[in-house]
């Protein structure tokens, strides 16, 4: 199915143009707070290098300073920002947040960026690091049966996208998923998206598709639109969370890929917050803060803990 987008004629050039006024504008302020903030007084955050299979990938290995007397669970992070945008400081206080509440090892994943890296490349990079991560849970304190990757917007279409890879290759089995508002669906044209009290200017969603997709022809490509995935694919797929935003646009193809999950007999739990909009859970907007006691009263459970 073609969009027909203009932008696809881009040279690489005008690419990286398009992507410097991407990273240079954000449509979400974040509110941290010093409170916030305090989490990370209470983790060690060790920055590291680890190999993949497109070379060094940068992690954030987020660790609660209090003592272990038993493997912690593990959780893997991967930040949004449409493909194109970078890791943020914001993205390591969510990490702590998260392993202060669950006394977890959460691994912080900065990817790759498009256009420079366009797709698959964060997607091998995210696998590969969650792979990572299960092969060295012992060394990193964690225990490898309790392992849920999470994202959130771009990071949460990577999640998916590794968890139907791990379903199809057998190497990696999470525990579990975690969706923040995310993207599913790169085929649908961006005006038929958007509402009237959108954030997003359908120019902005058509730029974040083309810098990452690279080629029109894999915005059809499950790994990229996994709404898309076929019935047999999404079948024995981990529990899912998915977080959506009663404001955003992208709720919709949320809900639609949560029932698709549903129908294949998975666990799924949706939570929408109506009146919050897109970015809300990292930028500390609106509800972020019950959507946050949401995602820890689900990982505690899932974890047993």
Known sequence: MSTALPEFTLSPEERLELATQLRGTNLVETRLTPELEADLDLCVAEERFIPTRVGDTRVVIVTPKTPAFSPRPLFLNIHGGGFVRGYQHRDTVFCAYLATRLNAVVVDLDYRLAPEHPFPTALHE????????????????????????????????????????????????????????????????????????????????????????????????????????????????????????GLDPLRFEAQKYASRLIAQGNDVTVRQYADADHGFLIACQSRFSEARTEIVRWLSALYGS
């Open 126 to 245: 995210s696998y590969d690091i969650a792979r990572w991560a299960v092969e060295n849970a012992a060394s990193l304190g964690a225990d490898p049966a309790r392992f849920v990757v999470g994202g959130h917007s771009a990071g949460g279409n990577l999640t998916a996208a590794i968890c139907l890879m791990a379903r199809e290759s057998s190497e990696l089995r999470p525990l579990g998923q975690l969706m923040s508002y995310p993207f599913l669906d790169g085929v649908t044209p961006a005006e038929d998206k958007l509402e009237p009290h959108s954030i997003f200017p359908a120019s902005r969603l058509r730029s974040f598709n083309v810098c990452y997709a690279g080629v029109e022809e894999n915005l059809s490509n499950p790994l990229l639109s996994p709404l898309l995935a076929s019935d047999e694919a999404l079948r024995g797929l981990p529990p899912a969370l998915i977080i959506t935003a």
